[in-house]
């Protein structure tokens, strides 16, 4: 069993930055993958960024070149940084973790990015 516990969500102008952190307990054997999600008011969840066992990411177009997945192993944790917000950013954010046979998931960050 994983668990995951997010942080770092809050309010930025557009333009800004803002990290998040996926804090990761449990029964990390196994977790081959690791990504950020998102829903924003009305719409469906949202692939935002992932990285796998091996150090490689990946992110979708709507995010490249502004957000950046990183994981710090030491403390057990991922990283999003988020750069050049625009309020179309604004969602709940969630951290997610993918085992072979299951995916774990946060309980979501409010990132509100004003115009």
């Known amino acids: 069993q994983v668990q995951l516990v997010e942080s770092g969500g809050g309010l930025v102008q557009a333009g800004g930055s803002l990290t998040l952190s996926c804090a990761t307990s449990?029964?990390?054997?196994?977790?081959?993958?690791m990504g950020w999600y998102r829903q924003a008011p009305g719409k469906q969840r949202e692939w935002v960024a992932r990285?796998?066992?091996?150090?490689?990411?990946g992110y979708a177009d709507s995010v490249k070149g502004r957000f950046t997945i990183s994981r710090d192993n030491a403390k057990n944790t991922v990283y999003l940084q988020m750069n050049s917000l625009k309020p179309d950013d604004t969602a709940v954010y969630y951290c997610?973790?993918?085992?072979?046979?299951?995916?774990?998931w946060g309980q979501g960050t409010q990132v509100t990015v004003s115009s």
């Open positions: 990285i796998i066992s091996g150090g490689s990411t």
């Open positions: 997610n973790a993918r085992k072979a046979t299951y995916d774990y």
């Open positions: 449990g029964i990390i054997f196994g977790i081959n993958a």
